[in-house]
Protein backbone atom coordinates (compact mmCIF):
# COMPACT_ATOMS: atom_id res chain seq x y z
CA UNK A 1 0.00 0.00 0.00
CA UNK A 2 1.21 3.63 -0.58
CA UNK A 3 1.60 6.50 1.47
CA UNK A 4 -1.79 7.56 0.91
CA UNK A 5 -3.65 4.32 1.93
CA UNK A 6 -6.45 4.96 4.14
CA UNK A 7 -6.26 2.58 7.06
CA UNK A 8 -9.29 1.15 8.75
CA UNK A 9 -10.26 -0.78 11.71
CA UNK A 10 -13.14 -3.40 12.06
CA UNK A 11 -14.31 -4.07 15.62
CA UNK A 12 -16.50 -6.92 15.58
CA UNK A 13 -17.57 -9.72 18.33
CA UNK A 14 -19.51 -12.42 16.46
CA UNK A 15 -18.95 -14.29 12.57
CA UNK A 16 -18.01 -11.73 11.02
CA UNK A 17 -19.56 -11.92 7.92
CA UNK A 18 -20.17 -8.32 6.86
CA UNK A 19 -16.41 -7.74 8.35
CA UNK A 20 -15.43 -10.56 5.12
CA UNK A 21 -17.21 -9.02 2.49
CA UNK A 22 -15.56 -5.18 4.21
CA UNK A 23 -11.91 -6.53 3.81
CA UNK A 24 -12.43 -8.24 0.27
CA UNK A 25 -14.06 -5.25 -1.22
CA UNK A 26 -11.13 -3.13 0.43
CA UNK A 27 -8.68 -5.64 -1.04
CA UNK A 28 -9.94 -4.61 -4.92
CA UNK A 29 -8.87 -1.16 -3.88
CA UNK A 30 -5.70 0.67 -3.71
CA UNK A 31 -6.85 3.58 -1.38
CA UNK A 32 -7.64 1.96 1.61
CA UNK A 33 -6.27 -0.97 3.67
CA UNK A 34 -8.15 -2.69 6.79
CA UNK A 35 -5.43 -2.71 8.94
CA UNK A 36 -6.27 -4.96 11.69
CA UNK A 37 -10.08 -6.51 12.63
CA UNK A 38 -9.97 -6.53 16.71
CA UNK A 39 -12.33 -8.35 19.17
CA UNK A 40 -13.12 -8.28 22.11
CA UNK A 41 -14.06 -11.97 21.86
CA UNK A 42 -11.06 -14.40 21.52
CA UNK A 43 -13.32 -17.10 19.83
CA UNK A 44 -15.18 -14.99 17.56
CA UNK A 45 -15.36 -16.05 14.18
CA UNK A 46 -14.55 -12.84 12.60
CA UNK A 47 -10.84 -13.56 13.72
CA UNK A 48 -10.16 -16.68 11.74
CA UNK A 49 -12.16 -15.33 8.95
CA UNK A 50 -10.02 -11.86 9.19
CA UNK A 51 -6.68 -14.14 9.58
CA UNK A 52 -7.79 -16.03 6.40
CA UNK A 53 -7.29 -13.28 4.12
CA UNK A 54 -4.15 -11.91 5.57
CA UNK A 55 -5.90 -8.98 8.05
CA UNK A 56 -3.63 -8.84 11.27
CA UNK A 57 -6.14 -9.43 14.34
CA UNK A 58 -6.47 -8.49 17.98
CA UNK A 59 -8.19 -9.23 21.15
CA UNK A 60 -9.07 -6.81 23.59
CA UNK A 61 -11.04 -6.88 27.08
CA UNK A 62 -13.32 -4.74 28.23
CA UNK A 63 -10.63 -3.18 30.65
CA UNK A 64 -9.09 -1.90 27.59
CA UNK A 65 -11.27 -0.46 25.85
CA UNK A 66 -12.53 1.96 28.42
CA UNK A 67 -8.90 2.71 29.89
CA UNK A 68 -7.47 3.80 26.46
CA UNK A 69 -5.40 1.08 25.57
CA UNK A 70 -7.71 0.33 22.17
CA UNK A 71 -7.47 3.78 21.07
CA UNK A 72 -3.89 4.08 21.46
CA UNK A 73 -3.34 0.27 19.84
CA UNK A 74 -4.95 2.10 16.75
CA UNK A 75 -3.03 5.25 16.83
CA UNK A 76 0.30 3.45 17.11
CA UNK A 77 -1.53 1.41 13.72
CA UNK A 78 -2.01 4.58 11.96
CA UNK A 79 -5.89 3.99 11.79
CA UNK A 80 -7.67 6.50 10.39
CA UNK A 81 -11.41 4.81 10.69
CA UNK A 82 -13.11 2.57 12.62
CA UNK A 83 -16.12 0.31 11.75
CA UNK A 84 -18.15 -1.36 13.84
CA UNK A 85 -19.53 -4.50 12.64
CA UNK A 86 -22.04 -6.94 15.16
CA UNK A 87 -19.75 -5.28 18.02
CA UNK A 88 -21.65 -5.96 21.49
CA UNK A 89 -19.81 -3.64 23.94
CA UNK A 90 -20.28 0.36 23.99
CA UNK A 91 -17.74 2.11 22.58
CA UNK A 92 -16.20 5.42 25.25
CA UNK A 93 -16.59 8.96 24.50
CA UNK A 94 -12.70 8.63 24.94
CA UNK A 95 -12.54 6.46 21.90
CA UNK A 96 -15.53 8.29 19.87
CA UNK A 97 -13.20 11.24 20.30
CA UNK A 98 -10.67 9.88 18.93
CA UNK A 99 -12.53 9.26 15.26
CA UNK A 100 -15.10 11.92 15.41
CA UNK A 101 -17.33 11.28 12.14
CA UNK A 102 -14.77 8.41 11.33
CA UNK A 103 -16.30 5.65 13.26
CA UNK A 104 -19.30 4.08 11.76
CA UNK A 105 -21.79 1.39 13.02
CA UNK A 106 -24.06 -0.97 11.75
CA UNK A 107 -27.28 -1.54 13.21
CA UNK A 108 -29.89 -4.57 11.53
CA UNK A 109 -33.58 -1.82 12.06
CA UNK A 110 -34.15 1.48 11.17
CA UNK A 111 -33.16 3.07 13.36
CA UNK A 112 -33.93 5.18 15.79
CA UNK A 113 -36.34 1.85 15.92
CA UNK A 114 -35.25 -0.86 17.67
CA UNK A 115 -32.06 0.68 18.69
CA UNK A 116 -30.66 0.98 22.16
CA UNK A 117 -29.08 -0.56 24.80
CA UNK A 118 -29.54 -4.43 24.40
CA UNK A 119 -30.76 -4.15 20.71
CA UNK A 120 -28.63 -6.48 18.67
CA UNK A 121 -28.98 -9.18 16.35
CA UNK A 122 -31.97 -11.41 17.33
CA UNK A 123 -33.25 -9.69 20.17
CA UNK A 124 -33.58 -6.28 17.45
CA UNK A 125 -35.53 -9.24 14.86
CA UNK A 126 -37.49 -10.51 17.99
CA UNK A 127 -38.60 -6.83 18.23
CA UNK A 128 -39.41 -6.06 15.16
CA UNK A 129 -41.82 -9.67 14.49
CA UNK A 130 -43.73 -8.33 17.91
CA UNK A 131 -44.15 -4.55 16.41
CA UNK A 132 -44.64 -6.41 12.83
CA UNK A 133 -47.25 -8.48 14.83
CA UNK A 134 -49.62 -5.58 16.18
CA UNK A 135 -49.44 -3.11 13.32
CA UNK A 136 -46.98 -1.19 14.35
CA UNK A 137 -44.45 -1.68 11.61
CA UNK A 138 -44.52 -2.97 8.11
CA UNK A 139 -40.97 -2.62 7.11
CA UNK A 140 -37.61 -3.13 8.48
CA UNK A 141 -33.86 -2.67 6.88
CA UNK A 142 -30.53 -2.21 8.13
CA UNK A 143 -28.19 1.32 9.44
CA UNK A 144 -24.88 2.56 8.70
CA UNK A 145 -24.61 5.52 10.96
CA UNK A 146 -22.01 7.82 13.03
CA UNK A 147 -20.75 6.70 16.37
CA UNK A 148 -21.79 9.19 19.10
CA UNK A 149 -21.99 8.64 23.10
CA UNK A 150 -25.07 7.13 23.04
CA UNK A 151 -26.68 3.02 22.08
CA UNK A 152 -27.41 3.76 18.08
CA UNK A 153 -28.42 7.62 18.74
CA UNK A 154 -25.62 8.92 16.16
CA UNK A 155 -26.21 10.69 12.76
CA UNK A 156 -27.96 7.80 9.83
CA UNK A 157 -25.62 7.58 6.76
CA UNK A 158 -27.25 5.07 4.85
CA UNK A 159 -30.08 2.85 5.29
CA UNK A 160 -32.00 0.25 3.17
CA UNK A 161 -35.46 -1.28 3.70
CA UNK A 162 -37.55 -4.02 2.88
CA UNK A 163 -40.95 -4.52 3.21
CA UNK A 164 -42.43 -7.34 5.96
CA UNK A 165 -45.04 -10.02 5.38
CA UNK A 166 -47.32 -10.17 8.81
CA UNK A 167 -48.93 -13.35 7.33
CA UNK A 168 -45.61 -15.11 6.96
CA UNK A 169 -42.55 -13.79 7.94
CA UNK A 170 -40.68 -14.97 11.30
CA UNK A 171 -38.05 -13.34 13.22
CA UNK A 172 -36.05 -16.01 11.30
CA UNK A 173 -37.08 -14.92 8.10
CA UNK A 174 -37.17 -11.18 9.46
CA UNK A 175 -33.21 -11.59 10.19
CA UNK A 176 -32.73 -13.68 6.51
CA UNK A 177 -34.22 -10.06 5.22
CA UNK A 178 -32.18 -7.75 6.74
CA UNK A 179 -28.74 -10.17 6.33
CA UNK A 180 -29.45 -9.89 2.43
CA UNK A 181 -29.65 -6.29 2.69
CA UNK A 182 -25.99 -6.12 4.66
CA UNK A 183 -24.68 -8.40 2.36
CA UNK A 184 -26.02 -6.38 -0.36
CA UNK A 185 -25.03 -2.86 0.67
CA UNK A 186 -22.89 -2.82 3.61
CA UNK A 187 -19.22 -3.10 2.08
CA UNK A 188 -19.27 -0.98 -0.59
CA UNK A 189 -21.53 2.34 1.65
CA UNK A 190 -19.01 1.90 4.11
CA UNK A 191 -16.11 1.95 1.91
CA UNK A 192 -18.28 5.31 0.63
CA UNK A 193 -18.21 6.40 4.36
CA UNK A 194 -14.38 6.12 4.71
CA UNK A 195 -13.38 8.43 1.06
CA UNK A 196 -16.11 10.96 2.05
CA UNK A 197 -15.31 11.03 5.91
CA UNK A 198 -11.69 11.27 5.58
CA UNK A 199 -11.37 13.18 2.08
CA UNK A 200 -13.65 16.05 4.17
CA UNK A 201 -11.46 15.92 7.18
CA UNK A 202 -8.19 16.32 5.77
CA UNK A 203 -7.18 13.87 6.57
CA UNK A 204 -6.35 11.45 3.08
CA UNK A 205 -2.73 11.41 3.88
CA UNK A 206 -2.05 9.27 6.62
CA UNK A 207 0.52 11.67 7.19
CA UNK A 208 -1.92 14.26 7.70
CA UNK A 209 -2.87 14.49 11.54
CA UNK A 210 -3.66 17.75 12.40
CA UNK A 211 -7.94 18.03 11.28
CA UNK A 212 -10.57 16.30 11.88
CA UNK A 213 -13.83 18.00 12.47
CA UNK A 214 -16.69 17.82 10.03
Same mark, same amino acid.
Given at each position: ?????????? +?? *????? $???? /??????????????? !??? =??? #???? +???? @????????????? %?? =???? !???? +?????? %?? !?????? &????? %? #??????????? $????? /? +???????????????????????????????????? !????????????????? /????????? *?? *??????? @? &???????? /??????? &??? *???????? $????? &?
Amino acid at each position: MGTGTLKVAI +LA *SGEGT $NAER /LIQAAGKRADIEVAV !VAS =NRS #SAGV +LRRS @EALGVETWVFSKA %QL =NGGV !VAQE +LGARGV %QF !VVLMGF &LLKVP %Q #SLVGVFPRRML $NLHPS /L +LPAFGGKGMYGDHVHRAVYGAMQDGSVTETGMTLHW !VDAGYDTGAVFFQARVE /LDASADTPL *SI *SAKVRKL @E &LEHCAQEA /LRAVTES &LSL *SGTIDPQV $NGKHG &L
